[in-house]
């Protein structure tokens, strides 16, 4: 037996495996999970693949080149989720800024460790500029004047559009902010639970123009971060996470549907923004790329992580747009505005 043709025939062998599994977890982000839900769980170890892949590619140029083929056909089909992950272009400052902020309730972690009011964040949200803003999990307090952000940001000159719980004591929810007229808004309902999720649209006059902004909080996994990073609790919490990770992954990917599926029939441009609580190697993101564009895919710099935690590799925020009737000119994380456990994200546009 020749040796050579056995070791060469494993190396093949080996090289071919690795690419089918990676073509086989590529292809599983186009699954909606409502109909397999594994397929949306085997959808996250896409970028371990491909950091896999390039660390692999590096180290072969260096020790071996018998299995380089494998990492370099698997890279070239996985060009499309690499620029999901990384991205530097250029920013302009023409155009309107949309703001969008998952806001903890306006809650931040204090120096003793306690979640309390956050004066900083309500402060900051009311002087930042964006004419339009989008907010989730918005609390206004109809009792304190000082943590009613309603009326501070009304004095300011905004128009509120919500699909808010209205109470005597507060209001929380899903709120869009406009300096623009707001013409007409509505709601897609995602879950009996509002103060979790929702969906408003708002109809906004700017100009001679309508546009409709969609204001997007999906389905929450609401997996306690220790039971994914502390090794003493990640074995006893094996259970209750994979059955929060399952339940949401199917609950997400119908949200998607349906938002998806309405902005596709909306009689004005479409922008959504928001908390979509999955990565962009996902079938509920491939939903919203497959019509609009991303704007950090567009304008973004560096990789775009949105999640203010621990798990602090995550981009949940995304602004889409319609290309057909935007122009975007730059999009930004704001990484310095810690107070929620996400960062606000920007993105300005201008019609074209």
């Known amino acids: 037996m020749n040796l050579t043709k056995t070791k060469f ?14 073509c ?11 109909a397999f839900w594994p397929a949306g769980i085997i959808s996250y170890s896409i970028p371990i ?5 390039l660390v692999w590619l590096a180290l072969s140029f260096i020790f071996s080149s018998k299995i380089r083929s494998a990492s370099l056909i698997s890279i070239i089909i996985g060009i499309p989720y690499l620029t999901f992950t990384f991205e530097w272009n250029k920013q302009e400052t023409e155009g309107f800024s949309i703001l969008s902020y998952n806001l903890r309730n306006v809650r931040e972690i204090n120096e ?5 009011f956050s004066e900083n964040m309500k402060k900051w949200i009311i002087e930042e500029d964006s004419p339009i803003k989008c907010f989730q999990e918005y609390v206004s307090s109809n009792k304190n004047p000082d943590k009613n952000i309603d009326e501070q940001l009304k004095a300011q000159g905004y128009i509120k559009s919500s699909n808010s719980n209205q109470t005597k004591k507060h209001t929380n929810g899903v709120v869009t902010f406009s300096k623009y007229p707001i013409i007409a808004q509505g709601e897609i309902v995602l879950n009996e639970n509002k103060n979790a999720n929702g969906c408003i649209f708002t109809d906004i006059l700017m100009d001679a123009d309508t546009i409709r902004i969609y204001n997007v909080h999906l389905f929450s996994n609401s997996i306690k971060q220790e039971n994914l990073t502390q090794r003493s609790k990640i074995k006893n919490s094996l259970g209750e996470t994979y059955r929060k990770l399952k339940s949401g992954i199917i609950m997400r990917s119908k949200q998607a549907k349906a938002i998806s599926t309405h902005a596709a029939t909306s009689p004005y441009p479409v922008i959504i923004c928001g908390d979509f609580n999955d990565i962009p ?3 509920n993101y491939l939903t919203f790329r497959k019509l609009f564009e991303n704007s950090f895919e567009r304008k973004g710099m560096g990789f775009g992580f949105t999640y203010n935690s621990d798990l602090f590799f995550l981009r949940i925020d995304n602004q889409f ?3 057909a009737f935007f122009k975007n000119h730059s999009f930004k994380v704001h990484r310095d505005i810690t107070y929620s456990d996400h960062f606000p994200i920007t993105g300005t546009y201008s019609l074209n």
């Open 24 to 34: 086989l977890c590529y292809a599983s982000a186009l699954i909606p999970p409502y």
């Open 9 to 22: 025939s494993k190396f093949t062998t080996l090289s071919l495996a690795i690419t089918i599994c990676s």
């Open 281 to 283: 190697y996902t079938f």
């Open 321 to 323: 747009f319609d290309n």
């Open 112 to 116: 003793e460790g306690k979640m309390v």
């Open 49 to 53: 693949i491909l950091v896999f892949h």
